[in-house]
């Protein structure tokens, strides 16, 4: 099996469990028809007005994101190679009353299946960029995506924090991972996923990729598009270093001791140039 079905494998089994994880609140689109996932409600301020964008969210997951965006305005299509988040998404979304178009396939076919040059807005993250082995490739299909003048809206974790190891006793952060990318996978077996659910799962392997912010910014301007924005977070909208970080109000996770020693995500803007 290759790493894409390895992992495909995974995120079908993870996508119904996280759609009824408290820690999705998918409930709350049905429940109150201006909620928005507390992802999209943390960047509102860099977003700006999208009322009215084509967007494509790529690795779109259960849509909750996607659903934001087009409750915010835009007509959002999402894209993911996995039919069981597909169809969580496609269930959040007409619950929330919401008219997203979800397609199934891999970032790699997203131009020759949705067009070349189509989105005023590509949106993606958060944990998506992990899953693809070749960041530069990434970057093409983003840059290929967007017509001239178009946006990429990008919040992802840091690849710092990916480097870390949080298994290490102490509050001491220890560096253990590769922070480039590597030519192989990391492979990882976990019985656990990042949000709260009763759930087991059989499909534990995951094969990920860390790549760091000179190659991700790096292949955003050899793909020819324009970095306009750049900002690091303390925080992260979930618990991704277990035993040492704390919950805000807003969903997002803090480090308990010193979160001034490392970036936990953060948020990139690329525009595609006009000529
Ligand atoms: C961590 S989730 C993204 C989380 C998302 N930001 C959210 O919380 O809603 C990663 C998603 O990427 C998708 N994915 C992983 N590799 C992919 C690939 N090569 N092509 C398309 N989708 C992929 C998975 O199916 C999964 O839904």
Same mark, same amino acid.
């Given at each position: 099996m290759d790493s894409a079905e390895i992992n495909r494998l995974n995120w079908d089994e993870r996508a119904p469990a996280h759609a009824t994880s408290p820690d999705y609140h998918a409930a709350s689109f049905a429940e109150d028809q201006s909620f928005l996932s507390y992802v999209v409600q943390f960047?509102?301020?860099?977003?700006?007005?999208?009322?009215?964008?084509?967007?494509?969210?790529?690795?779109?997951?259960?849509?909750?994101d996607t659903v934001s965006l087009a409750?915010?305005?835009?007509?959002?299509?999402?894209?993911?190679?996995?039919?069981?988040?597909?169809t969580e998404a496609r269930r959040i979304?007409?619950?929330?009353?919401?008219?997203?178009?979800?397609?199934?396939?891999?970032?790699d076919e997203a131009?020759?299946?949705?067009? @070349?040059?189509? !989105? &005023?807005?590509?949106? $993606?993250g958060v944990g998506a960029l992990c899953w693809l082995p070749d960041i530069r490739r990434w970057a093409r299909v983003v840059a290929d995506l967007l017509r001239p003048g178009g946006r990429l809206f990008l919040r992802e974790f840091h690849p710092m924090l990916w480097a870390l190891d949080e298994e290490r006793e102490g509050d001491l952060l220890v560096v253990d991972y590769p922070y480039f990318e590597t030519s192989g @996978?990391?492979? !990882? &077996?976990?019985?656990? $996923?990042y949000v709260e659910t009763d759930s087991t799962f059989s499909h534990t392997t995951t094969h990920t990729w860390n790549h760091g912010l000179g190659e991700i910014i790096g292949g955003l301007l050899e793909a020819g598009m324009e970095l306009t924005a750049f900002e690091e977070h303390r925080s992260a909208p979930?618990?991704?270093l277990p035993g040492h970080l704390v919950r805000d109000e807003y969903d997002e996770?803090?480090?308990?001791?010193?979160?001034?020693?490392?970036?936990?995500?953060?948020?990139?803007?690329?525009?595609?140039?006009?000529?």
């Open positions: 960047d509102l301020p860099r977003l700006g007005d999208i009322a009215g964008l084509r967007g494509v969210h790529l690795q779109c997951h259960i849509g909750t409750r915010l305005g835009a007509h959002m299509t999402g894209l993911d190679f996995s039919p069981a988040a597909l979304a007409a619950l929330a009353g919401a008219e997203v178009d979800f397609v199934q396939a891999e970032v131009v020759s299946v949705l067009g @070349p040059n189509r !989105f &005023d807005l590509v949106f $993606t @996978p990391l492979v !990882f &077996d976990d019985d656990e $996923t979930c618990d991704v996770w803090h480090l308990r001791e010193r979160p001034e020693r490392v970036p936990l995500t953060y948020t990139l803007q690329a525009r595609k140039p006009t000529r």
